[in-house]
């Protein structure tokens, strides 16, 4: 192993395993990266892409994207009205065209950053913007809570179910977090109107969701199994806290993939040992840390990276 040394300090998001590891001298694909909270039960999406790839280099590859039957796939599996329902490319732009398009938003901290940076205003009269489950938190809204905008990039791995409903809000969604592809950029807007998702498609950049995307999306469609996924989340979830509970740290449980641990400088330690946590101090969090579920096959290789620094502070 490399010798240990200070890992870059952390950005405003994670999903930065690889340069931290260019940064500690360690190999980029020996990394588990845990600051991103991905789907540990996905279907390989590198597998399939090489495929489609192979199948698409005369085809989709050639011609410009039409996101239209990819759309109306995914709004037949969500039981949506397909002229709600815009493709995007990734859930960031999802955020960016909402924003522009309301303007104002009320954020109750703590709470995910890029609600802000797009908005053009935080007023505390505006509809509320609100990730659910909340980002870091973890938790899920109540049923009788209400949002101008509902971020729902977590709600399918938390619940089983693609969408809580709430068809007079704005309903944002990330693919790229349920099938474990951020390099692909997948998400949609689902509008309270057909209107309103007009105006969305019509500052939408052209062409905004590539065609190796859109190809994809049917067959990941037909292997994405909420259910199962959301029951084997929790049984994962509550043996990664129970054995991380049972090497001393305070691991606090949520309803989302990942749990919160209260730790100075837990993403520091780990890094030398292959592991990246997310550093919850841009949320306003010191001293916490959201650390992503990991697949089953990663779990002893990550518990053998906390038992060896120690949860001493």
Not at 8 to 24: K, T, Y
């Amino acid at each position: 192993m490399a010798s240990i040394t200070q890992a870059p300090a952390p950005g405003d998001h994670g999903g930065d395993a690889a340069r931290i590891a260019v940064a500690l001298g360690l190999d980029p694909a020996t990394m588990i990266d845990l600051s991103a909270s991905m789907n540990p039960f996905a279907p390989d999406v590198r597998e399939l892409a090489v495929r489609e790839l192979m199948v698409a280099a005369s085809g989709s590859l050639a011609r410009y994207p039409d996101p239209r039957a990819a759309t109306a796939a995914l709004a037949q599996t969500i039981a949506v009205d397909p002229d709600l329902l815009v493709l995007t490319n990734g859930g960031a732009e999802a955020i960016a065209l909402v924003a522009g398009e309301v303007q104002a938003g009320n954020i109750v901290e703590p709470e995910f950053s890029l609600y802000r940076r797009h908005l053009a205003r935080i007023d505390d009269s505006a509809p509320r913007w609100r990730s659910n489950p909340s980002n870091p938190l973890g938790q899920l809204a109540e049923p009788d809570e209400t949002a101008g905008v509902w971020d729902e990039a977590f709600y399918p791995l938390a619940t089983g179910e693609w969408t809580r409903g709430d068809d007079e809000s704005w309903r944002l969604g990330s693919l790229t977090k349920i099938w474990n592809c951020p390099g692909l950029r997948l998400g949609y807007v689902i509008a309270p109107d057909p209107g309103a998702a007009a105006r969305i498609r019509g500052r939408q950049p052209q062409w905004a969701v590539n065609g190796l995307a859109l190809s994809l999306l049917p067959d990941l469609l037909t292997r994405t199994d909420l259910p199962g996924w959301h029951a084997r989340m929790g049984v994962l979830r509550s043996r990664f806290a129970a054995e991380l509970i049972a090497l001393g740290y305070a691991a606090r449980p949520t309803s989302a993939n990942w749990l919160l641990i209260d730790h100075p400088d837990l993403r520091q330690r780990l890094a030398p040992h292959g592991v990246v946590v997310r550093d919850c101090t841009s949320f306003g969090l010191s001293g916490t840390h959201r650390v992503a579920v990991p697949h089953p096959a990663q779990l002893d290789g990550v518990l053998d990276a906390f038992a060896r620094i120690g949860a001493a502070r």
